[in-house]
């Protein structure tokens, strides 16, 4: 039972653009949500993150958005860069980490 | 200076053997987990140590076990590899807490792709 997750298998955006990843969970008991950020043969890295009484987080070019009635999530990121294309994993804590199956990113020059 | 590694990157074997996969971490993290990713792409929890002790395992065949001889050193060993074992494992660390701490957050490292024939 997937309790993140990621409908959206793959995205694709010209460069300078504004890109928006999306995210969705099921459990309300989660108190901070993450994403992360993969490349081809490479472990996932944190990128950014965003605790539950919050709404928006920013980070230079990154930002996620927290729809807590929704249960959704955002992370935008503008002006979008050829290395920005990646695989982005959003993720949710609630003391255990679950992870959605991610979001293939290609930024196009 | 790697926080997290993990060997052997990749590996292939035979059905039916025996392999290890090892991961260190030198963050000084108290908890280190092992995640499978599969053809799916789902990224889910196996086990997870704290301080050595292990706690969370879950549903995994008892086929798997993992060995912590110290807080830095998380280690997977498999038995009896069957083909729906072919996946990446990564191993993880973080220090134990509520977050919103940055030590709390996961670490990864790159992965061990293994590839049952």
């Known amino acids: ?109 | 200076d790697t926080a997290v590694s993990q060997t052997p990157k990749y590996l292939v074997t035979q059905m039916g053997n025996d392999k290890s996969i090892k991961c260190e971490q030198n963050l000084g993290h108290d908890t280190m987990y092992w995640y499978k990713q599969d053809s799916k792409k789902f990224l889910k929890i196996m086990f997870s140590y704290n301080n050595k002790e292990l706690i969370i395992n879950e549903t995994v065949p008892n086929r798997f076990s993992p060995k912590s001889p110290d807080k830095a050193h998380l280690n997977l060993h498999i038995n009896s590899l069957e083909l729906g074992d072919s996946a990446v494992y990564f191993c993880a660390s973080n220090q134990a807490g509520r977050l919103p701490s940055r030590a709390n957050v996961l670490t990864f490292g790159a992965g061990s792709r293994l590839t049952v024939l």
């Open chain 1, 1 to 109: 039972d997937q309790q993140v997750k990621q409908n959206s298998p793959s995205l694709s955006v010209q460069e300078g653009r504004i890109s928006i990843l999306n995210c969705d969970y099921t459990n309300s008991m989660f108190d901070y949500f993450l994403w992360y950020k993969k490349y081809p043969a490479e472990g996932p890295t944190f990128l950014i993150s965003i605790s539950s009484i919050k709404d928006k987080n920013e980070d230079g070019r990154f930002t996620v958005f927290l729809n807590k009635s929704a249960k959704h999530l955002s992370l935008h990121i503008v002006p979008s860069q050829p290395g920005d294309s990646a695989v982005y994993f959003c993720a949710a804590s609630s003391g255990q980490f679950y992870f959605g199956t991610g979001t293939s990113l290609t930024v196009i020059p």
